[in-house]
């Protein structure tokens, strides 16, 4: 096999599990709210813990293979701040727009239209829930940033910080805005139910939350600390290319 075709085997299994992660969050999150409007459960805490989980399962599962982003803002963030290459971002968001959108469908096909598909719908003002969601988002983001960032005995622990950070959020702000902090998450739900009124809020609103606190992260926290990057080997060549690691262990990691 050539180095190139090599090198896009690895390429290949990135993408497919980033849109698988990103399925399975959607499948998850959002098949919980279509659950508990459904019947009554899970209830709110139990919606929350859903959402925290399954990203906590996505980061040891699909982490070894692509770093388990899983969420376009912070793919995006991490290329922002040098973390991840610029040449990855489109594919990535691709594949986990295309996960979302896909688990969305499958959930319209096996539930019905129940409670939008699991939608992220405002229940506070336009601007409130903007502000909610960057701030959501931001906080999320440090947190992926400080796993990044750390040691590899820190990174063993990414699921349960990362799944812990949203599950936290999800409690309290889910009644609110529907703690999104992902554009793809909101995205499927929002075209296969076509509520779209409120789409924009939940696309923009990440993107800036993650790439501020990204930003301040690195510029203002992250000095001093262990840089979070792993080397993508280059076969028969040993060239090498930095990529984002939120669990450690692979050298194809993000």
Known sequence: MSVEQTHLSHLTRAYLAEGLGTFALVLAGAGAVMTSAATGAPDHTGVALTFGLVVMACIYVFG?????????????ALA?????PWVRVAPYVAAQCAGAI????TL?????????VGATLPTVG????????VLLTGFLMLAVMAVVTGSDENRRFSG???GGVVALEAMWAGPLTGASMNPARSLGPALVSGELGSLWIYLAAPLIGALVAAVAYQDLLGRGLTPGVTALPTPKVGATQPAATLGGGSPTRS
């Open 80 to 84: 922002v701040t040098g973390r991840f």
């Open 108 to 116: 319209r096909g096996i539930l019905g239209p129940v409670a939008s």
């Open 160 to 162: 349960i910080v990362i």
């Open 126 to 133: 336009i601007w409130q829930s903007f502000a909610l969601e």
């Open 102 to 105: 896909g688990a969305a469908v």
């Open 64 to 76: 070894g293979v692509s770093g388990a982003h899983i969420n376009p803002a912070v793919t995006i």
